[in-house]
């Protein structure tokens, strides 16, 4: 069985693909470059449905009520900072659509960059804290039953090629 904090690591590659697609994409635009709304567009689809529907609706609806339970993190519990960042990148991620409609470049790469920098500190945080916390307080069964609750929620397709 496949822990599932490695499941969720895997899964932070895809996401930091992606964010680093996006930064190269800030980069082009403060040099001059037009917007392109199409890749603009396709990225917070992916974040909207694999970053958020599909990833972190298995942090927020399954490990994270696992980790809140009676005797599982006694001491510096640290789940309420990680949902407190899951808002503030939505607020990002719709603030860089609504930028995106309007062709403000200025507000897209403000919101693209926000995001990026808090969902690279986020990731940081979740796989050498919370992670590594989580596998240590989760006994085995938890970690089954965990495992197999993500295994029934449709993994939603990415294609890497389109991120490079």
């Known amino acids: 069985m496949k822990k599932p904090t490695t499941i969720l ?3 932070h ?4 693909k992606v964010i680093g697609a996006v930064l190269k994409q800030c980069d082009g ?3 001059g470059k037009e917007l392109d709304k199409d890749f603009f567009a396709k990225s917070v689809d992916f974040i909207r449905n694999y970053a958020d529907k599909f990833h972190h609706a298995k942090e927020e609806d399954i490990l994270f009520v696992e980790l809140n339970k009676d005797g599982v993190l006694e001491h ?3 789940i309420g900072q ?3 960042e899951h808002d503030l990148g939505r607020g990002f991620v719709k603030g860089l659509s609504e930028a995106v409609e309007k062709s403000d470049k200025t507000e897209a ?3 693209a960059r926000g995001y990026c920098e808090l969902l690279q500190e986020h990731i940081f945080k979740e796989d050498n804290i919370l992670y590594p916390m989580a596998d240590e307080a ?4 938890a970690q089954k039953s965990i495992a197999e609750k993500f295994a029934q929620i449709a993994e939603l397709e990415f294609e890497e ?3 490079e």
């Open 82 to 84: 990680m949902l407190h």
């Open 9 to 11: 690591s895997d899964e």
């Open 138 to 141: 989760l006994k085995e069964d």
């Open 76 to 78: 510096c519990n640290p």
């Open 29 to 31: 635009i403060e040099a």
């Open 109 to 111: 790469v403000k919101n």
């Open 13 to 16: 590659k895809n996401i930091l």
């Open 161 to 163: 090629k389109d991120w």
